[in-house]
């Protein structure tokens, strides 16, 4: 958990605060929970709740006092998903107070347009069947094992992201000599055609540090089947088992290489879970979220 120092920050929260009929803190971020205990204390306090602080247990212990005493202050805790709700040791004090409302798209952003011809640029450039993965190079994203199922697959895959592991999977790439196979190239504008563009979009996040994966809906949004993990979080609400993609335990490189497998060699069951995935997708409309939250939020103010 890293988290910046600035007396600045104080100094105008006190300032703005003043004219707020309230706050919504998101969490995790330490620095806002204690400006909420310092200034405008009669302000209601609601809190986005994303994910529990997993790796940096120490800095999670340290700050758990200070967390709980603004949890006991606030109206209403907007928690991502029922699996974060249901498996958080810090929420489980609190859980009257949980509005499970989960994170949302932007339907129309994915679906309208014309993506036929970066589609075909798309998949003459990286091969098909092509595998798509998507986020940062980190411990949690589980990319090592992605690439690892590779190795038995007839397929491409292509990872768009950057961070701190982009040398040692590009090592372990060259490792497993699948580079005519497997490619990671850095962060795009618009990854809309990249998504029309794959076979099947892969999510083996590790952790559940992963507390969505807001990609897997915009995967669905363009009717991709998608293969995610068995995690503690929302990760394995957003894409369902067999009814929008196949789900596996984490950490377990054949486990995803037979379902990657199973869907590239069963195409009318790969559209089948991505024509539903699509219509999953449109249930996480922003409206829809935004509508709730406020609904919630109105009965205090």
Known sequence: MR??????FFVRYKKMIEQADCVLLHHPFPLGFLAALLFGKNKPIFIFYHSDIVRQKIAGALSRPLLQRVFSRAKAIFVTSKNLCRYSEVLKPYQSKCVVTP????VEQFEAGDFEDSTKLIRRKYGSPLILGVGRLVYYKGFSYLIRSMKSLSAHLLIIGSGPLKKELTALIKELKIEDRVKIIDPVENLAPYYHACDIFAFPSTEPSEAFGLVQLEAMTCAKPIVNTLLASGVPEVSIDRK???TVDPKNTQALTVALHAL?????????????GNERAKKFEKK???ARIKETMEKYL
């Open 288 to 290: 829809k979220t935004l």
């Open 244 to 246: 929008t993609g196949l």
């Open 264 to 276: 590239l060699s069963n195409q009318d069951v790969a559209i089948r879970l991505g024509k539903q």
């Open 103 to 106: 994170l949302w798209i932007q």
């Open 3 to 8: 988290m910046p120092i600035s007396i600045d």
